[in-house]
């Protein structure tokens, strides 16, 4: 969008007849003005529906153990809230933790040792952005290394495991979504599907008519049922900002999502496409 | 199974009428004399299924990239060799590494720099279970450190991502499909969920006429067809071995699956499952 906001200036500064609109698209759902942005449906759609399986997975076993999930979002916590959404049918992990607050150690290892005097399995989703008070990023607390002393970052689920591994000393696993969460089309949301075409067609249409500078949005109209309609916002406002997580999507505890929160995120993941398969798995229409 | 072995030999030292029968499970595959295992063709369907979509997802960059999945399987490389399904559509890793062949670092990395000079972006995939001729795994080669200098072992993808660090200092990344590869059974194989069923059936029925001490097998007939017959095994054929991929299906340079190990597995992961989606998400049978 900071490119959108480049072009367009440049297109007026030399009086050059060039229309350039945004159109927005990222798994992260951080950009501003607009209520969502295509892409984020279907990727809280897998992530919603990998946590459940996770759960379900680890549910079968009476040994205490802690499970660690990563998903993306360096400074907004949007698809790590998703991992919410399995809360209806009581699958949503126990703990989530969002850059959106601080995160404290002793907190966590309460929190973890809070749900363990329940049942034996706790179920955690962090962002990978998850930031100490210090602002240090949890991940880059913890350091790999090779046999000859070479160092990589290992990232934020990785450091809470070795975090419970010495507080708790029980049973531990990390598990990073990674690109996964971004390319699992085969689970794409078909509500993200029809908004995205959408918002594709209504930018050349906004182009055609005029419209330069600005990214096209999808705004969500007030009412019981979900429904949205496509304005466009100007690309001043969008440009380099970054939308978090609003307060009253996160629990007083920090550590959970609300039921607003739910209520926003829910209509994102709703309905499935049937995808094509050929020889056992989804085809790819390739341009 | 050596626990249906030894409760067989328990039940005969003592003459006591129970009959124990073996009823496969394991997404390893690596069960002695059945053609496969349930649960196999639904994980199977799953690696291929990602390993195309991550595949689509690097394809569309650049910038000199290594790509590095992790698979499980400890002793057996039968997921990891999965991950060669796509290549009906040219989607296949670039080098697939199993643990049925010692991994050498420096064939690795020149097999690395050969695909690169065809293409920016490299996918590998690589079981858990890789190791060095030495015996050493490749995963414990590396370990995580903490600020405290707490340890713990990185995997076999890590330890990869570190080498291409290393050695080609290009952008790397590793990817660890860790528990989503036997829990993500909104993408089941329906030739696995047939079989499972019959499987579990023909047990029942199997003790009802007598049968103890043996594993409930599945049977490939011959033919140009896919078609199967579940028959039994003498447990104590089963009990303690290991299944490795046979060499007919890893090609000479130990870095890739051969056309019969794909006409193998392909008919495992044919057949799709309609999942009752409930609020976005796949509903789940709980008993």
Known sequence: MDTVLKLSLYAKTHDYEMRVIGVPKTV????????????????????????????????????????????????????????ALPS????????????????????FISDV???????????????EGIRFKSGEYVGASNTVVDAF??????????ALEVIVKNELGCKVRSIELNLP???????????DIRESLEVGASAVSAAINGATAVMMTIERIDGDDYATAIGTASIADIANGVKV?????????????????????????EGEVSAVYEYGIPKHAVI
């Not at 002393?149 to 990785?158: I, T």
């Open 28 to 83: 992260d759902n951080d950009l501003m003005v607009t209520d969502h942005t295509p892409g984020f449906g279907s990727a809280a759609k897998f992530v919603a529906t990998t946590i459940k399986e996770i759960r379900r997975d680890i549910s079968v076993y009476s040994v205490k153990a802690v499970t660690i999930v990563e998903i993306m979002g360096r400074d907004a916590g949007w698809l790590t809230a998703a991992s």
């Open 181 to 191: 969460q971004r390319c699992s089309a085969h689970i794409a949301s078909l509500c």
């Open 88 to 107: 209806v049918s009581g699958d949503a992990p126990d703990l989530i933790y969002l850059p959106e607050r601080p995160f404290d150690a002793d907190d």
């Open 113 to 127: 040792k809070r749900v363990m005097q329940e049942r034996p399995y706790v179920l955690v989703a962090v962002s």
């Open 245 to 269: 997580v609003p307060d009253r999507f996160i629990n007083s505890e920090g550590n959970g999502i609300t039921d607003e929160g739910i209520k926003y995120l829910l209509p994102l993941i």
């Open 149 to 158: 002393g070479h160092k990589a970052l290992s990232g934020a689920g990785k």
